[in-house]
């Protein structure tokens, strides 16, 4: 089997260690990196391009409910994610594969279920665990956010993804390397498509698709 390149995105160096453990058993030529908040995720990501997936834990510092999916599938679109949470409760995962996620991992998972899970995406499927019926959002106000999200534009994900860290006006600017002039229209933008008159009002919303996520982050 071909090299393969994976990105282990969590807080945790004994979660990191364990998940390498699964990984290298695969019994492939597997090239691990590992990133402990989402900045370093997303350099990890951008140094390495040859990346196969990445596996995201959705409370990293950095993140604030499924932002840090919505940014890395903005700014890596060609980069399968696998979601790697302990809120495993159905609403969180469908909320993730809505939102670009190619699987959804619970922290609880056998070794046998985590390497199951990364083959089935690495040969191009979405993986969740067995047995879990996903249902149907029941939450009008959360579905169409959701729809909303899904309009933005590949810079707006990401824009939205910083507001979501506190960045300020400037400082996307300078990680985006555009005109403050250019981030504000791309905010005004967000805003508008999300249906809200401001950056805290956005970011709100942004948290209630994570609630249960946010809850074990408090």
Wanted: glycine share 10%; charged share 20%; hydrophobic share 45%.
């Amino acid at each position: 089997m071909a090299q393969l390149t994976l990105i282990i995105a969590d807080d945790h160096p004994l979660f990191r260690g364990a998940m390498r453990q699964a990984l290298e058993g695969m019994g492939a030529s597997i090239d691990i990196l590992e990133a402990g908040d989402l900045e370093s995720a997303r350099k990890k990501a951008g140094d390495h391009p040859e990346a196969d997936l990445i596996l995201l834990d959705l409370t990293m510092p950095g993140v604030s409910g499924l932002s840090g999916l919505i940014a890395f599938r903005a700014e890596f679109a060609s980069l399968p994610v696998v979601v790697v949470s302990a809120s495993d409760d159905p609403p969180t995962m469908r909320r993730a594969l809505e939102l670009g996620a190619s699987g959804f991992i619970p922290k609880s998972a056998s070794i046998d279920e985590i390497r199951q899970g990364v083959q089935t995406v690495l040969d191009g499927g979405i993986w969740t665990p067995p047995g879990v019926d996903l249902g149907s959002e029941h939450d009008p106000e959360i579905a169409s956010l959701i729809a909303r999200i899904q309009t933005l534009t590949p810079q707006q994900g990401r824009v939205l993804g910083m507001l979501a860290e506190g960045l300020l006006n400037k400082q996307i600017a300078y990680e985006l390397s555009v005109s403050e002039a250019t981030i504000k229209a791309h905010v005004s933008a967000v805003l508008q498509k999300l249906g809200v008159d401001s950056r805290t009002q956005a970011v709100i919303q942004l948290s209630k698709i994570g609630a249960e996520v946010l809850t074990q982050n408090d």
